[in-house]
């Protein structure tokens, strides 16, 4: 998704947020925006090689920018 869209998503929730009147709906949404996950997620080797090969990837600068995904999506799709 692009950054600008993701803006206009968050501006979209917050507009939506400021004009919330329901209380338990507001303290829901509170407590899970100050609330702590302290959830530990487990791996499984093949994730953790995943990983690894990733951020090997990124360290020899085998990447595409998001922009480029998209356009490659979008060749591929249609």
Request: zero cysteines; proline letters at 1%; aromatic letters at 6%.
């Amino acid at each position: 998704m692009q950054t600008a869209q993701i803006s206009r998503q968050k501006y979209d929730i917050i507009s939506w947020i400021t004009k919330l009147e329901d209380k338990k709906l507001i303290n829901k949404l509170h407590k899970e925006a100050t609330s702590q996950n302290d959830e530990v997620i487990h791996l499984s080797p093949a994730q953790l090689e995943m990983i690894r090969m990733s951020e090997e990837d990124i360290k020899n600068g085998r990447i595409v920018s998001e922009e480029e995904l998209e356009k490659r999506d979008a060749k591929w799709l249609y």
